[in-house]
């Protein structure tokens, strides 16, 4: 299992630390809620970012038609401190993601939760 920062230089030094906090985290689905990180889990590999570098967090629901069935994509998406771009986690169930969202609304109020439509002048 490789272990990737979505944002520019974390302070975990040793990668024993995050497997421990990682195994220790409370799932829900692809992401699980540790006690400093979020980790967003995708084949091999786990993504991870510090509560602290999470600014916004909301859901994004991605629709389209495959035939005559109705396709759903669910996105958690989180604007990071020091990135521009969003950060877009693909999650099998809307649930799922809800329960991230509440978990981070609960535990971290500094996180606006959320969507805003931008400001376009």
């Known amino acids: 299992m490789k272990f990737i920062a979505l944002s520019a230089p974390e302070n975990v030094t040793d990668k024993n630390i995050l497997k421990a906090e990682f195994k220790a985290a409370k799932q829900a689905g692809e992401g699980r809620m540790g006690d400093n990180h979020f980790f967003y889990r995708y084949f091999i590999n786990v993504k991870y970012v510090s509560y602290e570098k999470i600014k916004h967090a909301f859901l994004r629901e991605e629709s389209g038609e495959c035939g005559e069935f109705l396709l759903k994509e669910f996105y958690l ?7 521009a771009e969003e950060c877009k986690l693909r999650f099998e169930r809307k649930e799922n993601a809800q329960t991230v969202l509440a978990f ?6 500094h996180i606006e939760i ?5 400001n376009v002048q």
């Open 77 to 83: 998406i989180f604007l990071l401190e020091d990135k």
């Open 104 to 109: 981070l609304e609960e535990k971290y109020p």
């Open 114 to 118: 959320g969507y805003k439509k931008p």
